[in-house]
């Protein structure tokens, strides 16, 4: 009975998988939970969500699940065994309870009368005398049959909250980032470019040198060390600040804390629209300036450069000479663009704008020739790529 | 025999099916959580009130999946067998067991904590998928299988730094310890402190709550971090009547550094603190 509720979860995008709704099963099936719908919640929620991001779509799919159940509430009705609802009176009544239920016939008789009242009753119903929902003596008496569903016989020590309302309140909205970015999935994306060298301490034992050594050494023993593996990858981030990027700071500061973290060699210059004679080392963009001569000399060929701007301006932004809109530039920004390709082979341009656009801006297109495909978008799967471009220069971004 | 929380720890319904579930099917259980939501003290817990051993293994940012399993002492054997030690065809010598291998091999049930898991590389639960499943691994220097005498009750807490992959998250359970509400808060400080007067408690809780209802610090103070500030609070004999002027009055509350644990934050609390008494 519960595949529907399985497929309806799949349906709609929760990545819950045919092992989980079996172990779904085993665990109802090893009466892991008491029969009630709270606990049936916490129970499917700890087997289907494995991301807290997840916990708010499964509170609303359990929560629009379970009132269209409601709907066809009788014959759902027909389907819970009765040892559920023993169970659970069992639990419910004090002796003295249980007595008086024997005097109005025995349970199974008060059972058959329950189900003869939803086959009548088709709506929610409280208070009133004849239908479920009287109170008293009858176990049926707090909530009736409404999207709480089976746990007929309400929970009475107070203090929690009925299931209905746990999921309503969404307590885990705030997690729910979907399709958003954020520093981890940029993190995991950036770990991609790794290039492990030994460097430093030898702590390693060298199996294979020993190996060699030692039989050198007519069987006497000659232990070899080595140094562990690091990464040793360096990059170099170039950010584009101010003007058209203000609308992409909180990406680009998201990917500039998960750069930080990520690689232990990261240096990161700024400049405005494209890159001319100077980069300043302050994304205010005031006092300290470094020539981007300095930049080439200073950074050899190693350093895997990642330029982030949306490559949005005016052509003669790149084309002419003086053209930059904030001072004299006696060289264009193309050929500068020409003297940092041509030093550094490994670079990548990472867009924020919309890849769907970019063929509309025509300063995008230029950049984008210039890097010979190798403009990204700022998205996961973009940074993913263009990591693999880093790393093997075969790569390109080909849409 | 279920997990229902105890005297020292309080657990959350969810919380108890949770571990219940995990504890029956025999599957991992996987916690995750704000930091100081009782993550790693659930294992110790849970141990106590099932009344089994733990063993605790402690994941770094320079642990090997290997090494929850056994390693192997290369360099100690070719020393010995240069200096002719016995026992160099014993090979168990110069096998250290780690914490699975123990956890495997106790005579009864024992609950494993891996604490931290997210600290290690991330091919690191990728290296534990089958042992985790199957609850065995091959020694391949004895040659023979290790398998569990008893599925130990497996507690895994992750704190977010990174992602665990999918076919690792399939085989275990999942539990999101969220910030406990105010009713669930005032237990777990019952449960702490038993005999505390009423206005210390409500007085302290809404300073707390108030706390963290400011959006933009750095670090929110968690509950282990309330525990910390009440006992302060008792030491320092702050009496609930004193707290209650607090809630109203712009100065910062007493031993505030047990709740704010950076400089920024506090000096963005006690400007907040102090706005009602700017001129403009």
Redesign the interface.
């Given at each position: 009975m519960f595949l529907d509720f399985f497929l309806y979860l799949k349906q709609n995008k929760l990545p819950v998988t045919i092992t989980e709704y079996l172990t779904l099963l085993e665990a109802l099936d090893k009466d892991v939970v008491e029969y009630d719908t709270t606990d049936f919640y916490y129970l499917s929620k700890t087997v289907f969500v494995k991301n807290e991001i997840f916990l708010d779509r499964f509170d609303v799919l359990f929560g629009q699940y379970f009132k269209d159940v409601s709907a066809i509430g009788a014959e759902l009705f027909a389907l819970i065994p009765e040892d559920w609802l023993k169970n659970q009176l069992d639990r419910e009544f004090s002796d003295e309870e249980k007595a008086k239920i024997e005097a109005l016939g025995g349970l199974e008789k008060l059972l058959d009368r329950l189900k003869e009242l939803f086959e009548e009753q088709k709506e929610r119903h409280q208070g009133g005398n004849k239908w479920i929902g009287t109170g008293g003596t009858s176990p049926f008496g707090n909530n009736g049959y409404n999207p709480e569903g089976i746990k007929i016989g309400n929970n009475k020590s107070g203090g929690n909250k009925s299931a209905v309302k746990i999921w309503e309140d969404r307590e885990f909205q705030n997690y729910d980032d979907d399709l958003e970015l954020n520093t981890r999935n940029i993190k995991m994306a950036l770990r991609r470019l790794r290039i492990l060298t030994r460097e430093g301490v030898e702590d390693e034992l060298d199996l294979e040198g020993t190996i060699q050594e030692t039989s050198r050494n007519a069987g006497l023993l000659d232990i070899k060390m080595q140094a562990t593996k690091k990464n040793k990858v360096k990059v170099l981030l170039l950010l584009d600040v101010g003007g058209s990027m203000d609308e992409h700071v909180e990406l680009c500061s998201e990917l500039f804390s998960a750069a930080k973290y990520q690689f232990k060699n990261i240096e990161h210059l700024y400049f405005h629209n494209c890159i001319y004679e100077t980069l300043w080392k302050d994304n205010e963009r005031r006092g300290d300036r470094i020539s981007t001569w300095e930049v080439l000399h200073k950074y050899n060929n190693d350093w895997k450069i990642i330029i982030v701007g949306d490559a949005s301006m005016a052509t003669y932004e790149l084309t002419s000479a003086r053209g930059s809109i904030e001072h004299y530039n006696e060289e264009s920004g193309l050929s500068w663009l020409h003297k940092m390709s041509g030093h550094f082979p490994n670079l990548v341009w990472l867009n924020p704008t919309t890849s769907g656009y970019w063929q509309y801006t025509q300063s995008i297109k230029i950049i984008r020739d210039w890097t010979e495909n190798r403009m990204f978008p700022l998205t996961i799967s973009g940074i993913t790529q263009a990591m693999k471009c880093l790393k093997n220069s075969k790569v390109r971004n080909e849409n | 025999m279920s997990f229902q929380g105890t005297e020292k720890y309080v657990a959350t319904?969810?919380l108890q099916?949770?571990v219940?579930?995990?504890v029956?099917?025999q599957?991992p259980l996987?916690i995750?959580g704000e930091p100081g939501t009782g993550k790693t003290l659930l294992a110790y817990e849970v141990a106590t009130a099932l009344g089994k051993t733990l063993y605790s293994w402690n994941i770094k940012s320079t642990t090997f999946a290997q090494q929850g399993l056994y390693e192997y002492d290369?360099?100690a054997r070719?020393?010995d067998?240069?200096l002719g030690g016995e026992d160099i065809n014993n090979l168990e010598h110069y096998i250290k067991k780690g914490k699975l291998w123990e956890a495997f091999e106790a005579d009864e049930q024992v609950v494993l904590l891996i604490d931290e898991i997210d600290k290690a590389d991330?091919e690191f639960p990728n290296d534990l998928l089958y042992e985790l499943d199957k609850m065995e691994f091959y020694c391949y220097e004895l040659k023979r299988v290790i398998k569990a005498k008893h599925r130990p009750i497996i507690i895994i807490t992750s704190n977010?730094?990174?992602?665990l992959p999918?076919a690792f998250?399939?085989r275990?359970?999942?539990?999101?310890i969220?910030f406990p509400d105010r009713?669930t808060m005032k237990q777990i400080v019952d449960v702490h402190y038993p005999k505390l007067e009423e206005t210390l408690i409500s007085n302290s809780l809404s300073i707390f709550y108030g706390i963290r209802d400011v959006k933009a610090l750095k670090k929110k103070p968690s509950t282990s971090e309330l525990i910390d500030w009440i006992k302060l609070l008792l030491v320092g004999k702050v009496s609930g009547d004193l707290l209650e002027d607090f809630k109203t009055n712009t100065e910062v509350p007493p031993f505030i550094g047990a709740l704010l644990k950076n400089e920024q934050d506090t000096g963005l609390y006690e400007a907040l603190r102090n706005k009602t008494k700017r001129p403009y």
């Open positions: - | 319904r969810a099916v949770a219940n579930a995990a029956s099917l599957k996987l995750k290369a360099v070719l020393r067998s240069q991330i977010n730094e990174k992602e999918d998250l399939r275990c359970f999942f539990h999101y969220s009713e």
